[in-house]
Nanobody
């Protein structure tokens, strides 16, 4: 079992930055691939980024590539999402998720989810 708690969301102007954190419980955090997803009002939850258990492999949605960076600190049981050059279309609830296999982009592949943190980007 893994419990996930996101933090770091908030209101930011377009062009600004935020760093999201996802703290995980459990001694096996380092064995899980981690992902970030987001869901805007009226839209489906979509993939944002994923990282392998070691941090050696990362994957990004085309819409955030070059602006967002996913990283992890296994000693702190935490995964991060650094978001730069934010746009109004990045406004959404951001969720972190954990999966026991390789990093994946499909939300149904993930076993554990956090409660989400709101990110709002004003124009």
């Amino acid at each position: 079992q893994v419990q996930l708690v996101e933090s770091g969301g908030g209101l930011v102007q377009a062009g600004g930055s935020l760093r999201l954190s996802c703290a995980a419980s459990g001694r096996t955090f380092s064995s899980y691939a981690m992902g970030w997803f987001r869901q805007a009002p009226g839209k489906e939850r979509e993939f944002v980024a994923a990282i392998s258990w070691s941090g050696g492999s990362t994957y990004y949605a085309d819409s955030v590539k070059g602006r967002f960076t996913i990283s992890r600190d296994n000693a702190k049981n935490t995964v991060y999402l650094q978001m730069n050059s934010l746009k109004p279309e990045d406004t959404a609830v951001y969720y972190c998720a954990a999966d026991g296999g390789i990093p994946k982009t499909a939300r149904y592949e993930y076993d554990y989810w956090g409660q989400g943190t709101q990110v709002t980007v004003s124009s």
